[in-house]
């Protein structure tokens, strides 16, 4: 199974200084079967169960970090988008070709939490998903990545074993899920890619290197934007992104969705962690001293949904409304929290805990 998903990118000048706010919504044709867990590990099991795929090797030369994942399917070992406690965020935009799960070789939700295990920033994560794809990747393979810290945006986007990486400048940019995203413009790329293409035949070496066309018809294209766009004057926040996001979603194909807000203070990270935006609410994580998330994220042995989808499908439609009145509530009063703390204490611990179990009594 793929993952695929559209990501919407919001920077300067029309966000606040020194933040970069990253949303997307995960698509899939069985968004109504599909479930999407959440799941936090601290260092010592942020590559706990991959032995393969590099993962060792990671391990062994270099300093892990506290990772927040979602995952694209019940069992994966990866996730789909995520972030880490260095304020990076890293997530799939589309993928075709995944190998099995049980090859030797990467998928692309293996490298997103592979690479959040051990990125510092979003420079060092493009030179970390490199090094992935061309040791790891399926010969045909196709990837693309967004990856954000509070400075910098990059689109990343593989073909087998080559890859070309492209710095996003301010602005806004939305991402449709239907290819690979860096074309013309490289800014990074895998050693002589120009003549690694014309050695596969890829590239005939005449007119501008379009990397996306290299491998595939169905280039990502640039897309309009959804309901109401950044004006470009630092006023797009955490809630205009949920707004963004709903109003993107559509019902047939919408899985979960999640927010990442990345400053140079305290990022927050939210997830719906239930199908189709506009019917669901954002929950918060930040990365405390020893965060907690709910069970009900995860997928019991023996199931295949978490206790939160099941809920939010039984649903009255009084309930959402509810929530979304909810979901404002913990907004205004994390705001307070950041703009009176530089760091998260112990007070964030079980901030996304108790944001899922206040969520589940409005459904039983």
């Not at 990545?145 to 492209?166: H, I, M, N, R, T």
């Amino acid at each position: 199974m793929s993952a695929t998903g559209d990501c919407f990118i919001v920077q300067t000048p029309n966000t606040a200084e020194n933040t970069i706010i990253l949303g997307r919504n995960a698509l899939d044709a069985d968004a109504v079967t599909e479930t999407q867990e959440v799941h936090y590990y601290d260092a010592s099991t942020a590559l706990e169960g991959k032995p393969d795929g590099g993962a060792d090797v990671i391990k062994a030369n270099g300093e892990i970090m506290r990772v927040i994942l979602q995952k694209s399917r019940t069992g994966a070992w990866g996730g789909d988008v995520g972030a880490n406690d260095r304020n990076v965020s890293v997530a799939v935009s589309w993928a075709a070709q995944e190998p099995a799960s049980d090859s030797d070789t990467l998928c692309s939700t293996d490298i997103v939490r592979l690479t959040l295990a051990i990125a510092n920033n979003a420079a060092d994560a493009v030179e970390r998903i490199g090094l992935l794809v061309s040791n790891h990747s399926p010969d045909d393979a196709k990837y693309s990545f967004v990856v954000c810290d509070p400075s910098e945006v990059w689109l990343v986007s593989s073909g087998g074993k080559l890859w070309a990486a492209q710095r996003v400048a301010d602005g806004m940019l939305r991402i449709k899920s239907t290819g690979l995203s860096v074309k013309t413009t490289i800014d990074k790329s895998s050693e002589a890619l120009g003549d690694a293409l014309k050695g596969q035949g890829l590239w005939d070496g005449e007119g501008d290197l379009n990397f996306a066309s290299c491998f595939s018809a169905d280039d990502a294209t640039d897309i309009e934007w959804s309901g109401d766009a950044p004006l470009g004057d630092g006023s797009y926040t955490l809630t205009s992104m949920f707004d963004t996001l709903r109003s993107a979603a559509d019902g047939a194909t919408a899985r979960s969705a999640s927010v990442s807000v990345l400053s140079t203070g305290i990022s927050c990270h939210w997830f719906t962690a239930t199908p189709n935006a506009s019917e669901s609410v954002f929950k918060p994580f930040v990365f405390a001293q020893n965060p907690k998330i709910s069970p009900l994220t995860k997928v019991p042995p023996g199931n295949t949904h978490t206790l939160l989808h099941k809920l939010h499908a039984q649903r009255k439609p009084a309930a959402v409304e509810d929530l979304k009145a909810l979901e404002a509530a913990c907004v205004e009063e994390l705001n307070t929290y950041l703009a009176e703390h530089p760091t998260a204490d112990e007070e964030l611990d079980e901030l996304m805990k108790d944001c899922v179990e206040a969520e589940v009594k409005f459904y039983r």
